[in-house]
């Protein structure tokens, strides 16, 4: 599956309030614990891939991320299974992978039209608003397209194209680290 | 978990009226579709571990198997999780491992008092017998008194000690095959 992503930093309130005036539809809000893992064997930070357990409420995920495959958005290949965090944690390091990075978060999901909207609070860095469209395929066509339309939707919440963040909140979190 | 286990080849048809007349009590069957991957950065034929997706029955699982922990028995380091095959292959092949080999069994598993016991027929090497015990820890001495009652166990089935095999199904499908 490909996901075509943009993210910005944000203020929740305002922006909650706009959307809701869009019309869009509360869904759910999740709670994040993520750890991240590099590999033994080539460096994400370079490859800019990422590779992630993330535990969501009891259920967990692995969750791998491809490099962003443009310029603009944040647009990925992403497979994603179904896992018990603790043995995959125990694999992963048994294979020599280890985690180097944490992230926490609330994320409230909103819905309109084709449009998956996060509303996420994440600890140490802040608000942020995620609008993702899902693409049939990797035609720079198809992901220029759909970039387009996340944008036009992000002026409508008064959020600029020049405003958009293509870090993750991992690489966000480095950076403050370091 | 650790896990003490031993495997011979058998005759099915006479092991399991032996194992019936000792008094084992008939659990399962189920069928195995096993993919075996490599790692990118370690041969795990020299390393002596193993990274598997196994199809069963509609489930799915990704095990890790460390390296024998001794020289007589089966014993390894193992974790695993539930997954979904599809997804679990496409991260494995995403992050550099590959398939190199494919075990397909049916498996008939029994027990008696902690014995966990299989009757495999596994495509193209056979029928075979594996008899299992869990030990609470990696102490010489937990493993060695382990083996000694599996392999106590498998002299009443008519198995001697001499006719263990410490290779596993894909092993010697790779020596069939090469």
Chains 1, 2 share one sequence.
Do not use: C, W
């Not at 370079?46 to 310029?71: P, Q, V």
């Not at 048994?94 to 999901?109: A, I, M, N, P, W």
């Not at 198809?142 to 020049?162: A, M, V």
């Amino acid at each position: 599956m490909i996901e075509v992503e943009v993210k910005a930093h944000t203020y929740l309130d305002y922006t909650r309030n706009l959307l809701e005036e869009q019309g869009a539809r509360f869904v759910e809000s999740e709670h994040h614990f993520d750890s991240y893992y590099n590999a033994p064997h080539r460096d994400f930070a370079h490859t800019d891939e990422a590779l992630r357990i993330r535990s969501r409420d009891g259920k967990a995920f692995l969750t791998y991320k491809g490099k962003k495959k443009d310029s603009i958005s944040k647009t990925r290949e992403e497979f994603e299974t179904p896992v018990d965090p603790e043995s995959m944690r125990n694999i992963l390091l048994s294979l020599g992978f280890r985690e180097y990075g944490v992230v926490e978060k609330e994320r409230d999901v909103y819905k309109l039209d084709d449009f998956v909207i996060a509303l996420d609070s994440v600890e140490k860095l802040g608000e942020f608003i995620e609008v993702e469209l899902g693409a049939e395929s990797e035609s720079e066509s198809e992901i220029e397209q759909k970039s387009k339309r996340i944008f036009e939707f992000l002026n409508k919440l008064g959020i600029g194209r020049e405003e958009s963040i293509r870090k993750s909140y991992l690489e966000l979190m480095m950076e403050k680290k370091g």
